[in-house]
């Protein structure tokens, strides 16, 4: 059992050495990055698990920046994804340690507890591969987005390079498949729905399952009402709203290629 112990606590200390190596690689890439005219490449993946080179940055027609996207989509993802991103450095400790414990139980990685910050990292920075290794670098990044970068420029880049559907990433090309609109012209309920999208875009899919996705809207929806970026009057009408309805007007339906390859620089090697 000691020899056990001794074994896990050595492999914690070099997984935790070799994340702090490659953070210290990351760290000037991190730096470039409070340039607003920086831009970075990274891999993105379809969902039959095609790999894409993928520009976040101006270099990228597709680019909105901050004062380009509507208030009510930085709530609602703030609200659905990370209500204590304006208050945290980087890591919600009482997410992780809740994480943690259902991994604990189910025996496996089934979950992240992952921040904003801790997404982008993942999405600039790492895989999609679920592994502890994987978690420390994205932990160490992390820290580094939050020490080198302001929480604007943080959610800027995250709202440009997380994935909203089939090859579907950015806000911008989010905003255009779903409704045919720019980033800055999104509604409350808009704006919710491609909120509620972010844990996992191929289930909550509104164009497969309206329902689904008009319960996770709706529940966005009244998290804005409670933290007043809208007013209970603007809630009524939008829970009011027909979503599926809101669909069938607002949406027009494209090929993932005619539409989410439209940022995409080329297929990766």
């Given amino acids: 059992m000691r020899i056990f112990f001794k074994t896990v606590i050595f492999i914690i200390i070099i997984t935790i050495a070799l994340s702090a190596g490659y953070g210290f690689f990351i760290y000037g890439k991190v730096v470039e990055l409070k340039n607003p005219r920086s831009s970075i490449t ?114 800027e880049l995250y709202l440009n390079a997380v994935e909203f559907g089939p090859l579907i990433y950015g806000i911008n090309n989010a905003s255009h498949y779903y409704f045919n609109k720019y980033p800055s012209q999104l509604n409350p309920l808009e704006a919710s729905i491609l909120a509620s999208l972010l844990p996992s875009p191929k289930i909550f899919n509104p164009l497969r399952n309206v329902e689904r996705a008009e319960v996770r809207a709706k529940r966005i929806l009244k998290r804005m009402k409670q933290a007043k970026v809208i007013t209970d009057t603007e809630f009524d009408i939008y829970d009011k709203s027909d979503l599926a309805l809101t669909v069938e007007k607002k949406i027009e339906v494209r090929t993932s290629k005619e539409e989410g390859f439209s940022n995409i620089t080329s297929k990766a090697p």
């Fill in 42 to 155: 990274i891999t993105i993946y379809d969902w039959k698990k095609n790999p894409y080179e993928f520009i976040v940055g101006p270099k990228n027609p597709a680019y909105t920046s901050w004062n380009n996207i509507s208030p009510y989509v930085k709530w609602a993802v703030i609200l659905s994804e990370d209500a204590k991103f304006y208050k945290h450095g980087g890591v919600d400790y009482e997410a992780l340690k809740s994480a943690i414990k259902k991994n604990l139980e189910v025996g496996k990685y089934v979950k992240g507890g992952s921040t904003i910050t801790q997404q982008l990292a993942k999405n600039l920075f790492l895989s999609r591969e679920k592994s502890l290794i994987r978690k420390f670098k994205e932990l160490i990044i992390a820290f580094i987005l939050e020490r080198e970068l302001s929480k604007t420029r943080i959610l």
